[in-house]
């Protein structure tokens, strides 16, 4: 009887010990979780007559239009998708990085990717690929606009991509615009759009 009790003992606390090792691990998992910035708004998107849907921002990184190689903190990175009930939709990533001067190098590394889209987008010899640099913004330690068009010369019709870089400090922002319809809103995209997200980061 003693030697049941002892191992029944024994068990109970290797088993509550097993359970504090798991709870801790959790616990440190979450603390390497900071609060999350301020993300993109609905009402911040270009207008094009239609209303814009999207669910609330959620943890982890979507993979943007351009880039085939993305190196991303595996915490500290939320996303939120929107769209139109027509053609625009939209995207945007955030990430907190431990350092500015890891920031400003991701910056770097997303700016570089927007410009090399032309050449990385598709490869069908049915479109042709044309990227612009519509500048800066002059928002928080500084934003970029890029953007893509892409022509299907079958069918004479196309699509336009608008690329927003910004960055607050050791937090990165990427904001995306797509649609095929009508001229890019570079204005509004600029000055509006990338200007409110950056903005609300910290």
């Known amino acids: 009887m003693t030697v049941r009790k002892r191992l ?25 979780w900071r609060p999350r910035p301020g993300m993109v708004y609905l009402s911040d998107m270009p207008k094009d007559g239609t209303t814009w849907y999207g669910n609330p921002a959620e943890r982890g990184w979507r993979y943007p239009t351009c880039g085939r ?33 890891e920031a400003i190098a991701f910056a770097a590394q997303a700016r570089q990717a927007y410009a090399e889209c032309p050449a990385t987008f598709d490869e069908s010899p049915d479109t042709i690929e044309t990227g612009y640099d519509y500048g800066t913004v002059d928002v928080e330690e500084g934003a970029t606009v890029q953007g893509l068009r892409v022509t299907y010369t079958f069918s004479n019709s196309y699509h336009n991509h608008l690329f927003g870089v910004g960055r607050d400090g050791d937090t990165v922002t990427l904001i995306e615009w797509e649609s095929n319809w009508s001229d890019p809103p570079v204005d509004y995209f600029k000055n509006t759009t990338v200007r409110n997200v950056v903005n609300r980061l910290h």
């Not at 029944?8 to 390497?32: D, H, I, P």
């Not at 993305?70 to 431990?98: D, I, K």
């Open 69 to 101: 190689s993305w190196s991303v903190p595996e915490v500290n990175v939320w996303s939120r998708g929107v769209s139109t009930s027509e053609t625009a939709s939209g995207l945007q990533n955030t990430l907190v990085f431990e350092t500015d001067a």
């Open 8 to 32: 029944r003992g024994a068990v109970t606390a290797a088993v509550a010990t097993a359970l504090m090792v798991v709870a801790s691990g959790a616990e440190a998992v979450a603390a390497e």
